[in-house]
């Protein structure tokens, strides 16, 4: 078996807590099925244990200097810039990605950490003008003890889009990172530790999510849930939150949609969205999902997606000749294949993909491209959150609007064409957090990233990720 160096355990109190006296959640390896090592979960008293460490970690962090706290951000970043090898290594063997996309991974979630440094700095109010003798002030506060459940798919980023706010903005923080993908989590928890954070602002728990969550939530103590995570999920925990008027950063699934229109560069686009599609096995919240092709260069848009993607080479991450690992986990592969199912027997053609592929053992499902997939078929309205493209056409710009619009989901959208009066219109017109035109590109430290309609609210990265981590304060004084 392939040596997984996940060390594993809590972080409460600044100190790690192994097995001893919990229970464990196997880690698995999605490319085998094998299990590398045992996960210990958080008791009730352990949870107990880190809200009290938070309290006390928030009360120091909070009147730390912004520029100590800096130091810190910059520190964990070299670290884990440092490191990243190892860890790129540790993701792919939990998570399943090929390593060079683990290692791009770790490359952005280290620049964040260096772009919240610079913000740490920066969180400033107002002060407003009044007669001789008074003053009005608006401060900006750190909002109090986070609490972070993040999901599996980016097992460093998710943890850093999480602790990098909070930190920089001197809130302390309880997260929960997946347990699948724990000794990620870790290693990034390391990085922290290891760059000096003072014991108690970051505790890192595993265990029964909902055990966990309710525990949190329904404490006093926290002041903000922060969650990455599928629709469903998201909403059980607003509804939580909602008890104690709780200040949320909501995270949630998307159904990406693609408006290929007919004067776009036909080539340069098929290579970049069928590149974009499979990354991390199409295991991505802002994955182009739904293509929607103008009728004038459908035929040759699908038949071009289907050829590229028939030539991906699928297999063991660790692999360096591997373009797509296996899927994360036994639930996704399940899932693909009973969207894939319900729509080839609501009538949808398989240009290629729609099985296991040949692999013999693991967490696979080959890369699948889909046509003439019915509006009512499952896959059309349900997240996939895996290998599948779906490519419809569409004849007029409204047409392709309307449909782009369809979904409860507003999270990433992509749109293909030369015209400058039809690329503003759609920046205006389509329904999502983020678009990209002419462009697969989303995520930089320094752009806001988030939904809206049921794909969540409030942002992470940029000043709008320090800012969803801060309370007003406004002062009259006379
Ligand atoms: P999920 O919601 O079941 O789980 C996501 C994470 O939340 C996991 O780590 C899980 O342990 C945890 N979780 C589950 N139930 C919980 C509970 N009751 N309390 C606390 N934590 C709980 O989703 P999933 O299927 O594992 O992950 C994929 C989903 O996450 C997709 O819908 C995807 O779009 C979404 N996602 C969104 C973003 C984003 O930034 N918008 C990023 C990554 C993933």
Redesign the pocket.
């Given at each position: 078996m392939t040596e997984y160096k996940g060390k594993l355990g809590l972080y409460i109190g600044g100190e790690w807590l192994n097995s001893d006296g919990r229970d464990t959640q196997d880690v698995l390896n999605p490319a085998t099925g094998e299990t590398h090592a045992g996960l210990p979960m958080a008791t009730s008293d352990d949870l107990d244990k880190a809200l009290e460490a938070t309290q006390r970690g928030f009360a120091e962090w909070r009147s730390t200097a912004p520029v100590e706290r800096a130091a810190v951000l910059t520190k964990a970043a070299s670290l884990l810039r440092a490191r990243g090898d190892e860890i790129a290594r540790i993701a792919t063997l939990e998570q399943g990605k090929p390593t060079a996309e683990a290692k791009g991974e770790i490359t952005l979630a280290a620049g964040l950490l260096d772009f919240h440094a610079g913000e740490a700095q920066r969180i400033y109010g107002r002060v407003l003008p009044r007669p001789t003798g008074s003053r009005s002030l608006v401060l900006k506060q750190p909002v109090g003890p986070v609490a972070a459940?993040?999901?599996?798919?980016?097992p460093v980023l998710?943890v850093v889009r999480k602790l990098g706010p909070a930190v920089a903005s001197g809130c302390s923080i309880i997260i929960?990172?997946?347990?699948?993908t724990a000794g990620s989590a870790i290693e990034v928890m390391r990085c922290f530790q290891d760059a000096g954070l003072p014991a108690n602002v970051v505790q890192m728990v595993f265990g029964v999510?909902?055990t966990?969550?309710r525990h949190l939530l329904s404490s006093s103590v926290t002041r903000k849930l922060s969650?990455?995570?599928?629709?469903?999920?998201?909403k059980?925990?607003l509804k939580l939150a909602a008890d104690t008027v709780m200040k949320s950063t909501m995270?949630?699934?998307?159904h990406g949609p693609v408006l290929v229109f007919d004067d776009c560069d036909l080539e340069i686009t098929l290579d970049l969205l069928v590149a974009n599609k499979f990354r991390n096995a199409g295991?991505?919240?802002?994955s182009p999902t739904r293509f929607y092709v103008q009728d004038a260069v459908y035929e040759r848009f699908a038949q071009g997606f289907a050829e590229r993607t028939g030539r991906i080479k699928v297999g063991e991450g660790l692999d360096n000749s591997t373009q797509m690992g296996p899927m994360a986990n036994p639930r996704g592969v399940t899932g693909i294949n009973e969207l894939v199912n319900d729509a080839r027997s609501a009538g949808a053609r398989i240009l290629t993909g729609g099985d296991h592929g040949n692999q013999g053992r693991g967490f696979f499902y080959s890369p699948t491209v889909m046509t003439d997939v019915p509006l009512t078929a499952r896959a059309m309205n349900e997240?996939p959150?895996g290998p599948l493209a779906l490519i419809s056409p569409f004849a007029t710009v409204e047409e392709g609007i309307e449909q782009a619009n369809r979904l409860p989901f507003g999270?990433a959208a992509y749109c293909f064409t030369e015209n400058g009066r039809l690329q503003n219109r759609l920046a205006e017109e389509v329904e999502a957090g983020m678009i990209a035109i002419n462009n697969v590109a989303l995520s930089a430290p320094d752009s806001p990233?988030?939904?809206m309609k049921e794909?969540?609210f409030g942002s992470?990265d940029g000043p709008e990720g320090i800012e969803a981590h801060l309370v007003i304060k406004t002062v009259h004084i006379k």
């Open positions: 459940f993040c999901a599996w798919n980016f998710n929960k990172p997946s347990e699948e999510p909902d966990i969550s969650f990455t995570g599928s629709v469903p999920v998201g059980h925990l995270e949630l699934g998307g295991q991505v919240c802002i997240e959150f999270l990233f988030g939904g794909s969540g992470e």
